[in-house]
């Protein structure tokens, strides 16, 4: 409850306009007031007064936000939706434990030491293999492990994780800038194309490049589980590991860890426990999205680009989106000579994942998805491109269950290929 | 309360998936932007006007209230559950059905939220004017239920005036058809105008035929600056009177700029005592002439800046200035009174006058702007209601500025309504026989008094509703 506590100032901001029925997805896919940021803020403050039950329904329409920001961003109050969304699961579990999920995702997180290939293949696959059935009877899920049936497109774990593969420290020209890599679990464990995308493309120009091995997961998943102290754990080493290097800037290349270095270890765990929050601010104020850091440094292309270009459209995910970076990795991209950007309808909407919402909510997850789906093939590009490896394995799923075959590239690969 | 017979009735109409009644879903669907709070025993989101009519037989037959509801957006409680019973929630009725570019009309049904209808006539060169604030999230339903404003009201009107013909559900679940899709109608009394503005008393909309007009060729959004708030006033009757109608005309006053600059740092110039965003539009060369004959009106009142914005970005920079007006007034203090009065354009100096003699008597922060153009102005009185008494006072002072909004033959709501929230204030405005007739009316269509009751006119003590001192 002090997590509700906290945040009643915060709830008291909102006025109840409506203007994020605009906005959210979860609400414009489902047309139901308990979706929106309005609606849950209210069920959030009748919990605050202990006039709502703390049952399985309000654990579920906690459960339905995809924690992108949307509504925030686009509210005139500027209501932190997202906080007190994640408030009232602590609260939640608090009152009734964790949900199954969250349990299982943050048992794996605090195994001993971190992220350990097993541990996280389970965690990653979690919102993949955990399905919640039918929402309205409480917490049961069914998981037989196999079961990736039903349509379910998962990309195949990289045969080593990229932080096994690289040095701590890679020297750069003197004089350079210095950057702190933080790698994140989709970019070490799915996708380590993309950190050796990014590093290939700082080494060009000189940077020198700390990847402290103490680094775990940034703690959004557990965090957005409603489970503070697990993501307060991480959070301590992860601070502990990026400042033991003294570089200028912390680089990202996910958009979701790149979110929690940046706005929710000061903005949730900071605000929960004080003791963190002179480091945190200091680190989310070096944190910089990798498309940022590029147009910064001022990247330029090194080959012109001959032979048929390559038609890219550009998803914006919400964890970037909601920080504000929208021109960098379009800009990026228009400056890449091999590559034309073709704009989707509604790149600025959300693709559907939203962490383990894809799993308490998988129909609202997919539903958002086919409309993110249906703008991408109209584009008739050959590629789409993203700032997030959580959003590229949920376009990837949403195109093959459309059986398309079109190709789903980070912005970090698309301009270290050109 | 619902007995359990009724609510497996209403399942038996609308299906378990659209039936509402878990308590968290009841908290949802209680509240509106004038932050009040009723919770309803029932939530029902009918498919089609059969099932609305269904809900409303049987909430005749077994005497129980209904509140039709659209995006739950109104500023007066007009969809508040008060004293509880069944809200009906008209947003799965949303299909456009047809936009006819012979005639230039559409069909819609009434959950079509407004913004997104605008888009789609605006594909084939058309225009539906009517803009209020909440467009983006607002439905059609509503806006026409509460006969919507918005600041284009100065060049094309309100709601009412697109609206040619309703499909409607009586109360007593009577479905029937008002006007028509023809210009021109006489036959019997106006019951489309009538259902403008009704505020859900009379009836449940559920379709909507609309005029619709060209789509201008060109905008041009200009930025002017005043010295003095009397120089923005008297700015708004010059324009009008050089026989120059703008499609907007905002008005943002001194606090309402310091406010915004506070917290936006947009650049207005400090010696800025009132400013105007003046829109026009049409055909390019005349939105050229037009905007330098408006130069040339109000140069000579107290007018600092003159902005033309030459392409959309740098109009959508001034734009941006009023937007920034309603985040920003949360600085002052947490808690407001949203009034929306309305004068004769000419009376606007003399109101904005008034208004500051009753800020400073009671002194009590009052920020204004809005729709110049057409004599509405948002008041809006910021209190905190943490502090002892300052209620009481804003109370007192919503009362004098209306007394005043009154005597310059104004109005006391342009836009808004009444619902529950100005209730109080009606007998300012509405001598008792009008009252009577109005009353009547609603007893002529809602003999049970099933449909939004509560709602407009205020119930308790028929014979002396109001003290005499509001009168």
Not at chain 2, 171 to 184: A, Q, S
Not at chain 2, 449 to 466: D, M, S, V
């Amino acid at each position: 409850m002090d997590s509700l506590r906290r945040l009643e100032k915060e709830m008291k901001k909102c006025v109840r306009c409506g203007a994020c029925r605009a906005y959210c997805p979860a609400f414009l896919e489902t047309g139901r007031e308990p979706a929106v940021a309005r609606g849950k803020i209210a069920v959030a403050q009748h919990l605050l007064h202990q006039d709502l039950p703390w049952d399985g329904l309000t654990r579920e329409i906690m459960a339905n936000c995809l924690l992108c920001g949307n509504c925030t961003m686009n509210c005139p109050n500027e209501v932190a939706t997202d906080e007190i969304v994640i408030g009232a699961r602590e609260a939640l579990a608090e009152k009734r434990g964790l949900p199954f999920l969250a349990r299982a995702v943050s048992t794996v997180l605090r195994f001993p030491r971190g992220m350990r290939l097993g541990a996280a293949i389970a965690y990653l696959l979690s919102p993949l293999v955990f399905r919640k059935i039918p929402a309205t009877s409480g917490l049961r899920l069914r998981f037989p492990v196999p079961f990736l049936g039903n349509n379910r497109h998962i990309p195949p774990l990289a045969s080593k994780p990229f932080l096994s593969s690289c040095p701590e420290v890679l020297p750069g020209k003197p004089g350079a800038p210095s950057v702190v890599f933080f790698v994140g679990c989709m970019n070490n464990f799915v996708y380590p194309q993309i950190g050796e995308a990014l590093l290939a493309l700082l080494q060009g120009m000189g940077c020198t490049i700390f990847i402290p091995k103490g680094q775990q997961c940034c703690g959004l998943p557990a965090l957005s589980g409603g489970d503070l102290e697990t993501s307060r754990r991480l959070a301590e080493k992860n601070l502990a590991a990026l400042g033991s290097f003294s570089a200028d800037f912390v680089v990202s290349a996910c958009a979701s860890c790149g979110g929690a270095l940046h706005k929710f270890y000061p903005a949730v765990l900071g605000k929960a426990f004080p003791e963190l929050q002179g480091q945190a601010e200091h680190i989310a104020g070096k944190t910089l999205d990798a498309s940022t850091l590029l147009t910064r440094l001022g990247w330029q292309p090194r080959g012109s680009g001959s032979g048929e270009p390559l038609a890219v459209t550009y998803h914006d995910p919400c964890h970037l989106r909601a920080r504000g970076v929208t021109k960098d990795p379009r800009d990026l991209l228009k400056h890449a000579p091999g590559v034309k950007l073709v704009e989707m309808e509604g790149a600025d909407r959300c693709c559907g994942l939203g962490g383990t919402f894809n799993v308490h909510h998988y129909e609202t997850s997919m539903g958002i998805n086919r409309g993110k789906t249906a703008a991408i093939l109209r584009t008739g590009a050959q590629a789409v491109v993203s700032g997030c490896p959580g959003c590229m394995m949920q376009l990837s799923d949403g195109l093959k269950q459309q059986g398309s075959a079109m190709r789903v590239m980070h912005t970090l690969e698309v301009l270290a290929n050109e | 309360m619902l007995n359990k017979g009724t609510i497996e009735k209403l399942i038996g109409i609308v299906g378990q998936a659209n039936l509402l009644t878990a308590r968290q879903d009841l908290v949802c669907y209680g509240y509106d932007a004038t932050q009040m709070e009723f919770l309803p025993d029932a939530v029902v989101h009918p498919a089609d006007p059969g099932e609305v009519a269904a809900i409303l037989r049987l909430a005749n037959a077994e005497k129980f209230p209904v509140f039709p509801r659209g995006a739950g957006s109104g500023f007066t409680g007009g969809s508040l559950p008060k004293g509880g019973g069944v809200v009906l929630v008209t947003t799965r009725m949303n299909r456009i059905l047809r936009i006819d570019t012979d005639n230039l009309v559409a069909e819609v049904e009434p959950g079509v939220v407004t913004e997104k209808f605008q888009q789609e006539v605006e594909k084939l060169g058309l225009f539906y004017p009517p803009d209020p604030a909440s467009l983006k999230f607002s439905t059609l339903g509503g806006n026409v239920a509460e006969c919507a404003g918005g600041p284009r009201a100065v060049k094309y009107g309100v709601t009412k005036d697109f609206v040619m013909g309703l499909e409607v559900v009586l109360p007593n679940g009577d479905i029937i058809r008002t006007g028509g899709e023809t210009y021109k109608g006489v036959v019997g009394y106006d019951l489309t105008k009538l259902m403008c503005g009704s505020e859900g008393t009379l009836g449940i909309i559920t379709k909507i035929i609309f005029r619709l007009l060209p789509l201008p060729e060109a905008k041009k959004t200009i930025l002017a600056i005043f010295g003095s708030i009397d120089g923005a006033a008297k700015a708004v009757s010059t324009i009008i009177r050089g026989k120059i109608i703008p499609t907007t005309l905002e008005f943002m006053d001194h606090p309402t700029i310091q406010c915004v600059e506070r917290r936006f740092h947009l650049g207005i110039p400090s010696t800025a005592r009132a400013l105007l965003i003046i829109e026009v539009d049409g055909d390019r060369d005349l939105i050229e002439k037009q905007s330098e004959q408006i130069r040339a009106l109000i140069s000579p009142l107290d007018l600092v800046e003159f902005r033309v914005a030459r392409d959309a970005p740098e109009a959508e920079q001034i734009w941006k200035v009023r937007r920034s007006v309603s985040p920003s007034l949360r600085d002052v203090n947490p808690d407001k009174y949203n009034e929306d009065i309305v004068v004769p354009r000419s009376k606007i100096p003399e109101i904005l006058r008034q208004i500051e003699a009753v800020q400073k008597k009671y002194d009590v922060p009052i920020v204004n702007f809005g729709h110049a153009g057409d004599g509405n102005i948002h008041v809006n009185i910021m209190i905190d209601k943490q502090v002892i008494g300052m209620e009481q006072k804003a109370q007192e002072a919503i009362r004098e500025i209306f007394r005043a909004t009154l005597n310059a033959g104004g109005t006391l709501s342009g836009e808004h309504g009444i619902g529950l929230a100005k209730q109080p204030f009606l007998a300012m405005e509405m001598g008792p026989e009008q009252m009577a007739l109005m009353k009547t009316i609603k007893r002529a269509f809602d003999p049970h008094n099933i449909l939004n009751p509560g709602k407009i006119f205020p119930e308790a003590n028929e014979a002396a509703p109001f003290p005499p001192s509001l009168r």
